[in-house]
Nanobody
Framework: QVQLVESGGGLVQPGGSLTLSCTTS????????MSWYRQAPGKERESVAV???????NYPDSVKGRFTISRDNAKNTVYLQMTSLKPEDTAMYLC?????????WGQGTQVTVSS
């Protein structure tokens, strides 16, 4: 079955950096796009990074220039490198993939940006 397992979250000071990992199994990773989402308490889940099977990336303005998504097809893993972190980046971060007709989610990893 499809499994997505995130790791790498934690507590970081404002201005700091963190890299999240999402290790996958149960599907042919190299042919599918991957996404990172985040959800803060009381807020809607939002996409923060997308990478296509070919490696094309897209980001919302809120994280552009600070977040970088990448993938290692040999390891079936997608990464999210986050720099210049702000308190408003605090959220649960989840990786996701869409295998029609189902969108799959990991369990998430918490990122807290605070001094």
């Amino acid at each position: 079955q499809v499994q997505l397992v995130e790791s790498g979250g934690g507590l970081v000071q404002p201005g700091g950096s963190l890299t999240l990992s999402c290790t996958t199994s149960g599907f042919t990773f190299s042919v599918y796009g991957m996404s990172w989402y985040r959800q803060a308490p009381g807020k809607e889940r939002e996409s923060v990074a997308v990478i296509s099977a070919r490696g094309f990336t897209n980001y919302p303005d809120s994280v552009k220039g600070r977040f970088t998504i990448s993938r290692d097809n040999a390891k079936n893993t997608v990464y999210l490198q986050m720099t210049s972190l702000k308190p408003e980046d605090t959220a649960m971060y989840l990786c996701s993939t869409y295998l029609s007709p189902t969108r799959y989610w990991g369990q998430g990893t918490q990122v807290t940006v605070s001094s």
